[in-house]
């Protein structure tokens, strides 16, 4: 094939322009909570189709993973669903590097159970019936006026933001033992698989997690975990959730955090179960 000088000409004048476009493209690294994720990654979409300056990635792990990652310089912000600890802030922080938390919206741990324990009539236990559950003290959902069947109870890792809420408000410390736990798990979705497809189990998770499909809820300490008790902070495990950035965040970081809290990131929100700010 016989090149024109004009197309080789027109050639040698874009080629470098495209190649120079792609460099001048920012990668922002999200990373942390499981619970934040699905948010994080549906904005992440829309923010990389509306502007052609900042491509963000999206990655989970943990919200601790997160705040790890995001002092460590492996990450531009950090997505926790739980406030940031002590000893965080006295291994990372100093004078001229401090922690920034952003809300982005609100979240509630949910409590769920197999479909028959629901059906049998379990639809709301009291926080230390819960705890008594995670501590191994009940083991029998006849115990609690269900099925006659062992009560199966899914954990989460160390790590994990939903852990250290659960266990500080149900077990009374974030440290807290759980030796009732049968299986521990990484995600909210392993909740819900492993709830949806036993007969006998009982697992937490966030809200987003619960609005997508048939997870049976249940209430604590007769309150539902409806958007209503969750803003007013009636509902026990009403939370928050946080983007995180250290000391003066990159601009990259800042214009997906705008874009996040703007109307169109928000109704994002609304639109995958989430609770907007």
Known sequence: MRWSVGLLALLLVFLPMGADALSRVTTVVVSGSSTVMPLAE???EEFNLVQERYRVNVKSGGSG???VDLAEGRADIAMTSRDLKLQERQRYESPSKRF???????????LVVSPTVYDFGVTSLSRDQVRR???GSIVNWAELGGPNLEIFANGRRPGSGTMDTFNEIIMGSREAETP????????????????QRSD??????????VMRGDSRVISLDGIYPSIENIKNDSYPLARKLYFVTLGR?????????????SPAGQQIAIDNGFIPV
């Open 200 to 209: 006998n189990a009982i697992g937490y998770m966030g809200y987003s997690f």
């Open 42 to 44: 549906l904005a992440a």
């Open 133 to 135: 559950i995670y501590s």
């Open 100 to 110: 920034t938390e952003q809300m982005v919206g609100y979240d509630a741990i949910c």
């Open 180 to 195: 009732g736990v049968d299986n521990v798990v990484g995600e909210s979705s392993e909740v819900k698989f492993s709830t």
């Open 65 to 67: 993973v997160g705040i």
């Open 249 to 261: 965040p990159s601009p990259g970081a800042m214009a997906f955090i705008d874009y996040v809290l």
